[in-house]
């Protein structure tokens, strides 16, 4: 891959804390490129345990205003208590391909939907959850990861992979951001 082709990594960090008034999760993007240097930031916000999360990520990438960025991946598919992601609409709306790459093992979401929700909510979800790409293992750098793509052919999607993951098994791109969100969440509670 070039050395100058850009991602954007999406992560969010958040506090369990609701009972304190802060029902929101710190969503961070960071675009780096594949030789591995930060190209930008920005910061963007869901509600925790909400259904805001895809359209939240969607506006996070508009606001970049980046069309250099050819890959978007992001570091979970329920984030901020399962605020779950839609990658097809996230695709849809940003016109390149959509990884989302997770970091453990798992029998899935299913489990722990049905015991936090139930009703409509439940329903949604459950749609959401059930509509997304099949879940795939991968070895990068002797770490497993396992990504879900929309947008591109799966082999396709493993180079990306590798390819922004210089070391360890988490992409550049998700790592920077993480550390942002987790920076901002940080301060904010600093804050109050």
Do not use: Q
């Not at 879900?148 to 180079?159: F, I, K, S």
């Amino acid at each position: 891959m070039k050395p100058g082709v850009r991602a954007l990594g999406i992560a969010e960090s958040y506090r369990d804390d609701r009972t304190n008034g802060r029902p929101r999760s710190t969503l961070a993007g960071a675009v780096v490129r594949a030789d591995h240097v930060f190209d930008g930031l920005a910061y963007g916000s869901c509600r925790v345990g909400g259904t805001d999360a895809t359209d939240a990520v969607i506006d996070l990438i508009d606001e970049f205003e980046r069309p250099d960025v050819r890959y978007v991946l992001l570091g979970a598919v329920a984030p901020a208590w399962y605020n779950l992601l839609d990658l097809s609409k996230i695709h849809a709306a940003v016109e390149r391909p959509v990884l989302a790459v997770t970091f453990e093992a798992s029998t899935g979401l299913e489990a722990g939907l049905r015991d936090a929700f139930s009703g409509d909510e439940l329903e949604a979800r459950l749609e959401t959850y059930r509509a997304l790409p099949e879940r795939r293992e991968l070895s990068v750098n002797d770490e497993t990861v396992y990504v879900r793509c929309v947008g591109l052919e799966p082999a396709d999607a493993d180079e990306v992979v590798r390819a922004f993951t210089p070391a360890g098994g988490r992409p550049e791109p998700i790592r920077v951001a993480r550390e942002a969100a987790r920076a901002a969440d940080s301060y904010a509670w600093s804050l109050e």
